[in-house]
């Protein structure tokens, strides 16, 4: 029987443990406090994970390979919440772009005139393009981080350039 049809076996493969969202080297890990209450609630989660795999007995190479990945996912998460700078809300100026910020754009030139966007800036682990929420260290974060209510920014979108118009700026605390 040739070798190419039966299982090799694979158990001495290191596992793959999934890295955490890129934080650029240098850069503090701000969060906002729902972020941090996210990365606790995670923590929990993967710690009841790994209670789970260690009670089971089935299959040893499975569950030590489980073990090693939970393992690794707890240990970065563990880096990530100790390094956590927690970034209030509530105390970043009201007409200002800063970390937090649910900010309203609205095209002036360059794209679709009178397109808006709107989106939060967040941590790095919180950032979510389904729930408009967007990494502060994100190219369109940047661009407009310290723009002020009603002042025009570039934004560079690949090979194009768009302005827009900051018309909204919001601290919404939840």
């Known amino acids: 029987m040739s070798r190419a049809f039966t299982k090799e076996d ?3 493969e290191a ?3 999934p890295p955490r969202p890129a934080l650029p080297p240098g850069s503090p890990n701000y969060v906002t406090p729902t972020g941090l209450e996210q990365l606790r609630a995670e923590l929990v ?4 994970e790994r209670t789970i795999a260690e009670a089971n007995r089935e299959n040893d190479a499975d569950r030590t390979r489980l073990l090693t990945v939970l393992n690794g996912r707890i240990s970065a998460l563990n880096a990530r919440i100790a390094s956590a700078k927690v970034v209030d809300p509530r105390g970043q100026p009201a007409k200002e772009v800063r970390f937090g910020a649910t900010v309203t754009l609205v095209t002036k030139s360059g794209g679709k005139p009178g ?3 709107q989106f939060t800036i967040v941590g790095v682990d919180e950032a979510s393009v ?3 929420k967007v ?3 994100a190219p369109i ?3 407009v981080q310290g723009a002020k209510l009603g002042k025009t920014v570039t934004l560079r979108l690949g090979p194009k350039e ?3 118009e900051v018309t909204n700026i919001t601290y919404d605390v939840a």
Do not use: T
């Not at 989660?45 to 009841?48: G, I, K």
């Open 15 to 17: 596992p793959i443990i």
């Open 10 to 12: 694979d158990s001495l």
């Open 135 to 137: 990494a502060f260290v």
């Open 130 to 132: 389904a729930e408009g």
């Open 115 to 117: 397109m808006k966007r």
């Open 45 to 48: 989660e993967l710690e009841a």
């Open 141 to 143: 974060a940047r661009a």
């Open 162 to 164: 768009e302005v827009v």
